[in-house]
C-alpha cells in the first residue's frame, strides 16, 4: 500500500475511519505537528455542517439534563488536562529537534551519498505509513513503572512494525536508546532510536516473541549493556 | 441598541450594555461547575446537538438518548475544553458527530444500513427558533454544499450523515478508497476555505 497517512486525516475528521484505524491515526496525530495543524480548520469546517441540521429537542431533554447534572459528579482534570498539554508542549522541542537531526544527518553526509540517504530515509518513511495504514496492523503499548511508554504497531502481512516511543525522556547526549529484538532468547539489534522521542521502523518480524529498550553509550551496543527499562510482546 | 443604553443611562445602570457570555465563555463556566451556565450552553446547542444525532441516527427516541450522553459528557468533562484549540461549539459537535456515528453503526449492521445519501436541506427554519446570524451561517454552509463536486458532495454526506467508513463509502460509490480519501479531503478544503474557516 502507498497510502500516505496524511490522507487519513480527512476520513477522522468526518468520523469515517474504523476503530483500529482510528487508534493508529490518533497515535500518528501525536507525533504529527503538520496534521495537528490541519486538524482544527477541518473539524471546525464539518462541525459547521453539523451544526446546520439544528432541529428543537423534546423539551423533557432539558429538565432531565438539568436534574442529571445535579447529581453527577464531574472531572476534575484541571491539574492533569494542563499537566498534558505541559507535557506535550515539552515533547514537542524534542521531536522537532530529532527531526532536525535526521536532516543534518542526511546533509553532512556528503553530495554523493545525500540523494541516496534521502531516497532511504523516504523508503523507510513509506514503509512506516504502509505498516501503520494496513489492515492487519496490531497494536500493543507497554509502559514502564517510570511512565515512559511505547506502542507497537504490527503487521504480519508487511512483516514489520512501527515502534512509537512518545513518551520518551531526552537521554544525556552520550547515550541512545536502542531497540532490540528478542527470538527464541537470542537479542539481536534493531537499530538505535535516537536520544529521545521518536518513531522507528522493524523490518523483519517473523518469529520475533518480543522487543526490548535499552539505553546505550552513544553510537549503540552490540549486544544490551543494560536491563531493558521496557519490552513489547508483539 | 442606541434606545436601550439611553434609557439605561437614564436610569443610572451601566452604560455599558454587557452581551450575554458567549458558548466558549458558558463552557468554561461549566467546568467551574456552574449549573446555570450548563442550562445556559444548553440552550444554545441543544437543538444543534439533536438535529445533528437525528441526522445520523434518523430515530427520535435513539437521537434524543445519543444527545443526552452528549450533554452529559459535556457536564462531565468540560475541564478538557480548550479555547485554544476551536470553539466550544465546534469541541461539543465533534463529540456529538463521533457519538451517533458510534451508535448508527452499533445499531444497524451493514447489510439494513439505508442506501441513501441525499443532501436533504435539513428542517425547515421553522422548526427551529435561529439567530439571523445563525440563519446565515446555514445558508452558508447549504451554499457551500452545493459548490462540491458530485463525488465529493457524495462520499462527505455518506461518511458525515450516514456514518460510513471511507471503505464503505468507496464501496457504495463503486470507486476506489485512495479516491475516496481524496475526495474527502479536497472536498473539506473548499467547504473551508467557502466557509472562511481559518486554516
Redesign the interface.
Known amino acids: 500500500m502507498t497510502?500516505d497517512i496524511h490522507?487519513?486525516?480527512?476520513?477522522y475528521?468526518?468520523?469515517?475511519?474504523?476503530p483500529d484505524e482510528r487508534n493508529v491515526f490518533e497515535a500518528h496525530l501525536a507525533q504529527c505537528e503538520l496534521c495537528r495543524s490541519?486538524l482544527?480548520?477541518?473539524?471546525?469546517?464539518?462541525?459547521?455542517?453539523?451544526?446546520?441540521?439544528?432541529?428543537?429537542?423534546?423539551p423533557e431533554?432539558?429538565d432531565?439534563?438539568?436534574a442529571?447534572?445535579?447529581t453527577?459528579?464531574?472531572?476534575?482534570?484541571?491539574v492533569t488536562?494542563m499537566a498534558q498539554?505541559s507535557r506535550l508542549r515539552r515533547a514537542l522541542p524534542r521531536i522537532a529537534v530529532a527531526a532536525a537531526a535526521v536532516v543534518a544527518a542526511v546533509s553532512i553526509a556528503g553530495f554523493v551519498n545525500e540523494h541516496q540517504k534521502a531516497d532511504d530515509l523516504r523508503a523507510e518513511r513509506d514503509e512506516m505509513v504502509a505498516v501503520l495504514t494496513s489492515s492487519d496492523a496490531a497494536m500493543s503499548v507497554d509502559a514502564s513503572t517510570g511512565g515512559a511508554s511505547v506502542r507497537v504497531i504490527s503487521s504480519p502481512s508487511h512483516d514489520a512494525a512501527v515502534v512509537v516511543g512518545t513518551s520518551l525522556r531526552a537521554l544525556r547526549s552520550d547515550q541512545v536508546y536502542q531497540l532490540w529484538t528478542v527470538h527464541d532468547g537470542r537479542t539481536t539489534s534493531a537499530g538505535v532510536m535516537g536520544r529521545g522521542p521518536g518513531m522507528m521502523l522493524v523490518d523483519g518480524i517473523k518469529g520475533v516473541d518480543a522487543l526490548a529498550v535499552t539505553v546505550e553509550p552513544k553510537g549503540g551496543s552490540k549486544t544490551p549493556t543494560s536491563d531493558p527499562i521496557l519490552s513489547a510482546s508483539i | 441598541m442606541p434606545a436601550a443604553s439611553r434609557s439605561n443611562r437614564h436610569l443610572g445602570v451601566a452604560a455599558e450594555p454587557t452581551s450575554p457570555p458567549g458558548d466558549d465563555e458558558l463552557l468554561q463556566r461549566v467546568a467551574r461547575g456552574d449549573d446555570a451556565a450548563f442550562g445556559a450552553l444548553y440552550d444554545s446547542l441543544g437543538s444543534s446537538v439533536y438535529g445533528l444525532a437525528r441526522r445520523v441516527i434518523r430515530d427520535p427516541a435513539r437521537a434524543e438518548e445519543v444527545a443526552q450522553e452528549v450533554f452529559l459528557q459535556v457536564w462531565q468533562t468540560a475541564a478538557r475544553f480548550d479555547p485554544a484549540r476551536g470553539r466550544a461549539k465546534s469541541w461539543v459537535l465533534t463529540l456529538a458527530h463521533r457519538r451517533a456515528v458510534d451508535a448508527v453503526r452499533r445499531d444497524q449492521s451493514a447489510t439494513n444500513r439505508e442506501r441513501t445519501y441525499d443532501w436533504t436541506p435539513g428542517p425547515d427554519h421553522d422548526v427551529v427558533d435561529e439567530t439571523v446570524s445563525l440563519r446565515l451561517e446555514h445558508e452558508q454552509v447549504r451554499r457551500c454544499m452545493e459548490g462540491l463536486t458530485e463525488l465529493q458532495h457524495e462520499a462527505i454526506t455518506l461518511a458525515y450523515f450516514q456514518g460510513y467508513t471511507y471503505a464503505e463509502t468507496a464501496e457504495v460509490l463503486g470507486a476506489n478508497t485512495s479516491t475516496i480519501k481524496t475526495r474527502m479531503r479536497d472536498g473539506l478544503v473548499r467547504l473551508r476555505d467557502c466557509m472562511g474557516v481559518e486554516s
Do not use: N
Open positions: 497510502t490522507h487519513l486525516l480527512a476520513p475528521v468526518l468520523d469515517a475511519l474504523e490541519e482544527g480548520g477541518f473539524a471546525e469546517t464539518a462541525s459547521r455542517i453539523g451544526g446546520a441540521q439544528a432541529e428543537t429537542p423534546p431533554l432539558r432531565r439534563l438539568m442529571m447534572a445535579a453527577t459528579p464531574q472531572e476534575r482534570p484541571v488536562a498539554r
